[in-house]
Nanobody, 121 residues
């Protein structure tokens, strides 16, 4: 029905930048919000950034002023620009979307499979 496919992860040195992308596809009627979460090794999943359908953004305290989430465009793709990366940013990054399917009015949450980001020298 719905697929969220993340890309753009990899290995980067401290202070470097990466841009993650998440493309949503399927029988989508409306996307109410999209977000990025991350799960560091041995820790719980946490919110990185989110954006809703009127452009309201929300960021985790540890990434404010370093990360930026884009508005999802007509292709249902959201980007996460990550600058000034630190070793503690190392995690699997997951895309999340709250959306409704064509012909339905129920809003459901969908997750991607994640992309690994490693910040290390």
């Amino acid at each position: 029905q719905v697929q969220l496919v993340e890309s753009g992860g990899g290995l980067v040195q401290p202070g470097g930048s990466l841009r993650l992308s998440c493309a949503a596809s399927g029988s989508i009627s409306n996307i109410y919000s999209m977000a990025w979460y991350r799960q560091p090794p041995g820790k719980q999943r946490e919110l990185v950034a989110s954006i809703d359908n009127v452009g309201t953004t929300n960021y985790g305290d540890s990434v404010k002023d370093r990360f930026s989430i884009s508005n999802y465009n007509a292709e249902n793709t959201v980007y996460l620009q990550m600058n000034s990366l630190k070793p503690e940013d190392t995690a699997v990054y997951f895309c999340n979307a709250h959306l409704s399917l064509v012909g339905q009015f129920i809003k459901s949450s969908y997750w991607g499979h994640g992309t690994q980001v490693t910040v290390s020298s």
